[in-house]
C-alpha cells in the first residue's frame, strides 16, 4: 500500500487501537513466560488438571483463555484477578512502542476519535495511560471482559462495541493489530484494519489486513498528513 493510500485508510474515520505492541511493550518489564508461569502454578494449587503444553505455555492470555473454556467460574475468576494484578505490575515497567505515543496524539490532531480494543485488562490499559499523561487523548478503552475469556479477540465483540460507542459504522473505523487475532477480529466485525508487523516473520502473514506496517511512524505520519490534507 502506498503512503497515500495509508493516508486515506486510517484518516477516514475512528482508530481503535491494540494495546500491547501498537502502544507499549506491556511485558518488557515483567516477562510474559514469567506471568504465565504464574497463572499455571495458580491452577496447580487449585489442582486443575492441565495438558502438558499449557504448562510450558509463555503466553498468559493463552492461559487465560484455555482456562475459559476448561474451568470453572470460579477458577476461572481466580486467575482473571491474577491477571489482572499481574499486568498492573507488568505496566509499570512497560515500554512505550516507537511513535506509538505520538500515534495517539496524531489521530486526536487529526480529529478523529481513538479507542483501545485490548486483550489486556481495561485496569491495566488506564493505567498505563494515565502513568502517560495519554488518558484525555482516548475517547474508550474495551479490555478483556471479566472472567469471560471467550470473548477476547478474535471474537469481534470488543470491536463491534467500541464501534457503537464511538457512534460509528463498522466500515469506517480502523483497528490497529500486532496478532492474527486483532486481523480475524476487525473482519468478522466488518472494520478494516492495519496489521503492525512488529516482527520480520509477521509481514507476510499478515498480508490479509487492509495494510501492513513494520513502524507505528507510519500510522503517526499518514494521520498527521491526513489532518493536513485539504478538504474537497
Known amino acids: 500500500m502506498s503512503a497515500d493510500q495509508l493516508v486515506s485508510l486510517v484518516g477516514s474515520g475512528p482508530l481503535l487501537l491494540d494495546f500491547d505492541g501498537p502502544v507499549c511493550g506491556v511485558f518488557a518489564g515483567l516477562p510474559a513466560p514469567q506471568v504465565a508461569a504464574e497463572l499455571v502454578e495458580l491452577l496447580r494449587a487449585q489442582r486443575v488438571a492441565l495438558p502438558n503444553d499449557l504448562a510450558t505455555e509463555a503466553d498468559p492470555l493463552a492461559v487465560m483463555r484455555w482456562v475459559g473454556y476448561h474451568c470453572s467460574h470460579d477458577e476461572t475468576t481466580a486467575v482473571e484477578d491474577a491477571l489482572t494484578a499481574l499486568e498492573l505490575r507488568a505496566v509499570a515497567t512497560a515500554t512505550p512502542t516507537p511513535f506509538g505515543h505520538e500515534t495517539i496524539l496524531a ?3 487529526a480529529g478523529l476519535p481513538v479507542a483501545i480494543v485490548s486483550n ?3 485496569e491495566a490499559v488506564s493505567a498505563y495511560l494515565a502513568a502517560h499523561g495519554l488518558s484525555n487523548y482516548i475517547d474508550h478503552i474495551f479490555g478483556r471482559p471479566y472472567s469471560r475469556p471467550e470473548l477476547m479477540k478474535p471474537n469481534p465483540m470488543m470491536i463491534l462495541a467500541a464501534v457503537r460507542a ?3 459504522q463498522a466500515a469506517r473505523c480502523v483497528l490497529v493489530g500486532d496478532s492474527l487475532t486483532d486481523i480475524e477480529a476487525a473482519r468478522v466485525a466488518g472494520v ?3 496489521g503492525y508487523a512488529n516482527q520480520p516473520s509477521k509481514v507476510v502473514r499478515f498480508g ?3 495494510a501492513v506496517v513494520t513502524s507505528m511512524a507510519d500510522v503517526a505520519r499518514a494521520l498527521s498528513r491526513a489532518k493536513n490534507r485539504p478538504s474537497n
Do not use: K, Q
Request: charged share 20%.
Open 107 to 109: 489521530v486526536r490532531a
Open 120 to 122: 489486556n485488562s481495561s
Open 166 to 168: 464511538l457512534h460509528s
Open 192 to 194: 478494516r484494519v492495519v
Open 208 to 210: 490479509i489486513a487492509d
